[in-house]
Nanobody, 119 residues
């Protein structure tokens, strides 16, 4: 079992920045690929970014490419999402997720943190 706890959400003006953190516990963090997803009101949950177990590979949704950066610190069992140039369309609950490296399904999820961008 992997427990995930997100933090760092809040209210920010358009054009501003936020950094989300996700602290993991329970299993060997470096065995897991990590990802960020988001869900806006009335919409389905969507993929935002992912990072491989080593940090050597990263993936982004087209909508955030060039603005968001995912990173991880395996010594701290933490994954980050640096979000810059935020706009109103980025408003959502952001979820951290984990899957065993090489597997397909995101098995573990955090409780989410709210990000609200005011225009």
């Amino acid at each position: 079992q992997v427990q995930l706890v997100e933090s760092g959400g809040g209210l920010v003006q358009a054009g501003g920045s936020l950094r989300l953190s996700c602290a993991a516990s329970g299993r060997t963090f470096s065995n897991y690929d990590m990802g960020w997803f988001r869900q806006a009101p009335g919409k389905e949950r969507e993929f935002v970014a992912a990072i491989s177990w080593s940090g050597g590979s990263t993936y982004y949704a087209e909508s955030v490419k060039g603005r968001f950066t995912i990173s991880r610190d395996n010594a701290k069992n933490t994954v980050y999402l640096q979000m810059n140039s935020l706009n109103a369309e980025d408003t959502a609950v952001y979820y951290c997720a984990a899957k065993y490296s090489g597997s397909i399904n995101w098995r573990y999820w955090g409780q989410g943190t709210q990000v609200t961008v005011s225009s």
